[in-house]
């Protein structure tokens, strides 16, 4: 399946609506190098009251799936600029089918 720039932002317009109450900001981008596409999850900030609450799973459940329907590969960076534990965040993508491909950058490939 092809994928565009507009596909992309319209997923996460999605992804807002559907989870209007808990995500705070998501973005993602589609990058072509040529050698591979990649769909990059940039951003994912769930509201802090809606934390820990198991949404952040059904979120990336969303997500993954999406990469596995277009059968590309996707990438992040694990970061704690938002507050969270690094190591129980980077354990949490792993969870979700990420491995580490650097010290904090992940991937996961489409099933």
């Given at each position: 399946?092809?994928?565009?720039?507009?596909?992309?932002?319209?997923?996460?317009?999605?992804?807002?609506?559907?989870?209007?109450?808990?995500?705070?900001?998501?973005?993602?981008?589609?990058?072509?190098?040529?050698?591979?596409k990649?769909?990059?999850?940039?951003?994912?900030?769930?509201?802090?009251?809606?934390?820990?609450?198991?949404?952040?799973?059904?979120?990336?459940?969303?997500?993954?799936?999406?990469?596995?329907?277009?059968?590309?590969?996707?990438v992040?960076?694990?970061?704690?600029?938002?507050?969270?534990?690094?190591?129980?965040?980077?354990?949490?993508?792993?969870?979700?089918?990420?491995?580490?491909?650097?010290?904090?950058?992940?991937?996961?490939?489409?099933?």
């Open positions: 399946m092809k994928i565009n720039k507009t596909q992309v932002n319209k997923f996460c317009k999605e992804l807002k609506i559907k989870y209007k109450s808990i995500i705070q900001t998501i973005k993602m981008e589609i990058i072509d190098d040529n050698e591979e990649q769909l990059r999850l940039i951003t994912i900030l769930i509201k802090k009251s809606q934390r820990n609450k198991g949404y952040g799973s059904k979120i990336m459940s969303d997500i993954t799936l999406f990469g596995d329907q277009l059968g590309i590969p996707i992040l960076k694990a970061t704690n600029i938002y507050g969270s534990d690094l190591n129980r965040l980077i354990d949490f993508y792993v969870k979700c089918g990420f491995f580490l491909i650097g010290e904090d950058y992940m991937k996961r490939l489409p099933n």
